[in-house]
């Protein structure tokens, strides 16, 4: 089976712009997660879709949002950019719906300048 | 609501050697589940071993081991004959039955092994 893939990997944006991330699961996975990772603030869960519907949020202003397809393809945008958003937003996959094994993607690298 | 500390921001081995390394953990859920999370240099987060809270008997895989206290609430990883692969951050995490898939990092300890 593919891994769980990312696009785009690398990515720059002026701040004040908005971005949209791509996230494909293994096959057969309904869980997405999605986690901001930063030398300052660590890995931060961002949030969780299960068969399209929004599970759990994590502590990020409205500026972070996400949706799931039914495909279970996922994407997050975050709008009006700002120079802290910049950091690796990393996908996993999950075929259950808690606390199993996730499978994480290769991320992607967002510089907000 | 979960915290996950690791206190050792760095660390390092010779090759074949063992080391432990060290998390504490709170929750407040009444099951939930721990795992030891690898980030090499590549940055591909990889699973490197599970533990259920509920089963007593600490996991095992190949020559990763835990040892999960429960009453202190800490959960450290064992790696037996270190190489050179090993070398990463190496992140602890925890996630509660009511928490869907949510996983609450700790801030990661780097692992360098050396030859």
């Known amino acids: 089976k593919a891994g769980v893939t990312q696009t785009p990997r690398y990515l720059i944006k002026t701040r004040g712009q908005q971005v949209t991330l791509s996230c494909s699961p293994i096959s057969g996975h309904r869980s997405v997660s999605w986690y901001q990772q930063t030398p300052g603030q660590g890995l931060q869960f961002l949030f969780e879709y299960f068969s399209e519907t929004q599970r759990n949020k994590g502590n990020f202003p409205g500026r972070f949002s996400g949706r799931q397809f039914s495909n279970s393809r996922s994407e997050m945008n975050v709008s009006t950019l700002e120079l802290g958003d910049s950091a690796l937003y990393l996908c996993a996959s999950s075929p259950h719906a808690a606390t199993d094994e996730q499978y994480f993607g290769p991320g992607t690298r967002l510089t907000v300048t | 609501a979960q915290t996950v500390t690791q206190s050792q921001p760095e660390m390092s081995v010779q090759e074949a050697e063992t080391v432990t390394l060290s998390c504490t953990y709170d929750?407040?859920?009444?099951?939930?589940?721990l795992f030891w999370y690898k980030q090499p240099p590549s940055r591909q987060m990889i699973l490197v071993i599970r533990?259920?809270?509920?089963?007593?008997q600490n996991a095992t895989e190949n020559r990763f081991s835990v040892n999960f206290q429960k009453a202190a609430k800490s959960f450290s990883l064992k790696i037996s004959d270190s190489q050179l692969g090993d070398t990463a951050m190496y992140f602890c995490?925890?996630?509660?039955?009511?928490?869907?898939?949510?996983?609450?990092f700790g801030g990661g300890t780097r692992l360098m092994v050396k030859p």
């Open positions: 995490a925890s996630s509660g039955n009511n928490a869907g898939n949510m996983l609450t």
């Open positions: 929750t407040s859920e009444s099951n939930y589940y």
């Open positions: 533990q259920e809270a509920y089963k007593q």
